[in-house]
């Protein structure tokens, strides 16, 4: 198995033991990948080192989800955004004119009246 295979072993098999486990050991690591115990401390030095590097992982998938959600949800909020601006602008623009025809008109009974 290569380098890459084995490492990513290791951190299968360290979800696996958080998922099912307490607590993360290298033993159960190296049990659940049926790996010895010493390969997994050669390519993590320590249990912090795993978590970090697990850490890692879920963080680098989150910010790809997080980018892929922002470049799609985005162009559609600014669209809905833009288009409801521009239509409450055209909205404001006819109820202001109607508005001022109305205060027109009432003006105009007014001096009609004096």
């Given amino acids: 198995m290569s380098h890459e295979g084995v490492f990513e072993r ?6 696996n033991v ?4 307490s607590r993360l050991t290298v033993r159960a690591v190296a ?4 790996i ?3 390969t997994v401390t050669y390519y993590f030095r320590s ?3 795993l978590i970090h590097e697990l ?4 963080f ?14 985005d162009t559609a909020v600014v669209e809905r955004e833009v288009r409801g601006a521009v239509q ?13 025809r109305d205060a027109d008109a009432a003006r105009s009974e007014h001096r009609a009246r004096l």
């Fill in 36 to 38: 010895s115990p010493g």
């Fill in 18 to 21: 958080l998922r099912d486990r």
């Fill in 88 to 100: 409450h602008a055209f909205d404001n623009a006819a109820y202001l004119r109607t508005v001022d």
């Fill in 47 to 49: 249990v912090p080192q």
């Fill in 60 to 73: 680098a998938r989150g910010q790809h989800v997080l980018e892929g959600l922002r470049s799609a949800v």
């Fill in 55 to 58: 850490g890692r992982g879920y």
């Fill in 31 to 34: 049990d659940d990948a049926g």
């Fill in 10 to 15: 290791i951190l299968k098999s360290a979800k």
